[in-house]
């Protein structure tokens, strides 16, 4: 399984994302669960892939083995 993409939303090199100073503490909270959220999607993505293909070859396996 090979890892195509991996992206946020924001950017960090782009100032208009992430201003140098945030006066709001409740807007850096909120910019930061966001990229928490992303990263946490796309870890549970791919371990949901990662579950699918090793039931995959499992299967597979047992199949090959019953009927030999």
């Known amino acids: ?3 195509t993409t991996f992206s946020f939303t924001k ?3 782009n100032p208009t ?3 140098t100073i945030e006066t709001s503490e ?6 930061l669960q966001i990229l928490h959220n ?3 999607d796309k870890i549970n993505e791919l371990i949901g892939d990662y579950n699918v293909t090793v ?3 499992l ?3 047992d199949i090959d083995s019953a009927t030999q």
């Open 38 to 40: 992303e990263t946490r």
């Open 55 to 57: 039931a995959s070859a």
């Open 1 to 3: 399984m090979a890892i």
């Open 26 to 31: 409740a807007q850096v909270r909120a910019d």
């Open 17 to 19: 994302d992430f201003p």
């Open 11 to 13: 950017d960090w090199t």
């Open 59 to 61: 299967t597979n396996a």
